[in-house]
Each structure stands twice: as structure tokens, then as C-alpha cells.
């Protein structure tokens, strides 16, 4: 399984992406990830086990509690896999166009 892989299972779940986008708005303690969640603490813990796992959050001592941040490398993971869409789709349409342009010529 690649990261890509990993980030879009982690990201399919529902409270992991709230989970996630409560992340991005800066480092956070598993209690103030889950305040105002319908979850658990404990839950809200496994599912940044899966972040982690996905490498979409990073975790760092401070003092006796961890902190949560975002891990550009999942996110990177999954660009770089739509990036291959793209260039794909541009060599399409690149050749399409080309096509296209022979047709215009034996036109004239």
C-alpha cells in the first residue's frame, strides 16, 4: 500500500477528517481535538494513531501531554498521485490537440 493509499483510507472516515481539519488550525492536545466532538477522547486518539500511520499528523512532547500537528508528507503522498492524473490528462489533450491540427491542415 503506498502513502497515497494510506492518506485517502485515513481521510475516508468522516471524524478522522474532522479530526484532521481541527489539526490544521494549529498544534492541538488530544482533549482539545475532542472538546465539542461527538467522540471520545480515547476515540479521538485512535484515529490520530491512523493519521499518524498516514503520516498526516506528527506528535511532539510538551510537558506531561502530546501535541498534534500536520505532517505535509501525507498530503504531499496524495498530491503527487493526482499530479500523475494531470500529466496524464495534459498528454491526452496535448495529443488531441495535435490531432486536431492535422485535420485543420489537410482542411486547407
Not at 498544534?27 to 475532542?34: L, M
Not at 502530546?66 to 503522498?77: H, K, M, N, Q, S
Not at 499530479?83 to 485535420?103: I, M, N, T
Amino acid at each position: 500500500m503506498t502513502n497515497a493509499d494510506q492518506v485517502l483510507d485515513a481521510l475516508g472516515d468522516r471524524t478522522r477528517r474532522a479530526v484532521f481539519a481541527r489539526v490544521q488550525r494549529g498544534a492541538r492536545s488530544v482533549q482539545e481535538i475532542a472538546d465539542g466532538m461527538d467522540v471520545s477522547r480515547p476515540a479521538v486518539s485512535q484515529h490520530l494513531k491512523v493519521l499518524k500511520a498516514a503520516r498526516l499528523v506528527t506528535d511532539r512532547a510538551e510537558g506531561t501531554r502530546r501535541l498534534y500537528a500536520v505532517d505535509p508528507t501525507g498530503i504531499a503522498a496524495v498530491r503527487d498521485w493526482l499530479d500523475g492524473f494531470w500529466d496524464e490528462a495534459l498528454v491526452a489533450f496535448k495529443a488531441a490537440a495535435e490531432q486536431e491540427a492535422v485535420k485543420e491542415r489537410k482542411r486547407r
